[in-house]
């Protein structure tokens, strides 16, 4: 067990770290909102790492941060990967996805109004669609499966846990696939509270639920860290991510997902 002051009014609450005795290079899902550990810490983040108010719904998806932490401006080949990947993502949905369905998932994914530009540049829709250069957030979204680095460390009176992102500063990134490199290249979420419980769906929410990327990345870096207790611990020989929708069965290829993390 290990203290951690969660609260506002610095009353320290006791839980076992989920990760504290995991080795370097476990896989661990991000817990829903509705799964953490600490409801004030949950609301912490959402403020200081997704820079919104909680609203109606938990937050599915916030910042993280990460050492010299700042924005990506991803050239042209960065996005024209990123799409690529979009495009993969369509192969674990029983189906290619039509062009007027490519195009409206990648408008979802850029809309600068949404949370992987975090309400920035709000002319900017990136090379593909108006000649702009994104601005583009480390965010991680609940349910994606990571890698671990390490084991929790203290900061700042809390205890914290290193994942692996993709340094985008360096050539990392090339010949990267969803199917290579599946705990980089997360499932975007959208988090819905309905009368009876938290329900986290595919965002955006699409005809057949797509599974969209999102890419966890860093610059300069290949680590960034959370809250210890936002990791759920995965199976050992885990060989492809952890289902990362809650309450929902998704129209998506199950074989896509480690089917003893089905929720």
Known sequence: ????????????????????????????????????????????????????????????CFKYPFENETYLRPTQEQEDWWYERL????????GEMSQEQLDAAWKNLVNPKKAFTNNRDLDVWGYRINGRQLRMEPVVCTGATVKLI??????????????????????????????????????ATSSLNTASAEQVNPFPK??????????????????????????EPLPADLAKPAYPYLGTWAVVDLNRFDERTIQ
């Open 1 to 60: 067990m290990f203290t951690l002051d969660a609260y506002f009014d610095n009353t320290q609450v006791q839980y076992k770290s989920v990760v504290e005795n995991l080795p370097s290079g476990q896989f661990a899902r991000v817990r829903h909102c509705s799964q953490s550990p600490v409801t004030e810490y949950r609301t912490y983040m959402d403020w200081r790492f997704g820079n919104r108010t909680m609203g109606a719904n938990d937050p599915s």
């Open 150 to 187: 390490d084991t929790p460390f203290l900061w700042n009176g809390q205890y914290w846990q290193k994942f692996e992102v993709i340094d985008m500063a360096s050539d990392d990134w090339r010949g990267m696939t969803i199917e290579s490199h599946w705990w980089l290249i997360q499932a």
């Open 87 to 94: 495009v993969e993502s369509s192969h674990y949905a029983g």
């Open 206 to 231: 699409m005809q057949g639920d797509r599974m969209t990327p999102y890419i966890l990345w860093g610059w300069g870096v290949s680590e960034a860290y959370l809250p210890a207790g936002w990791f």
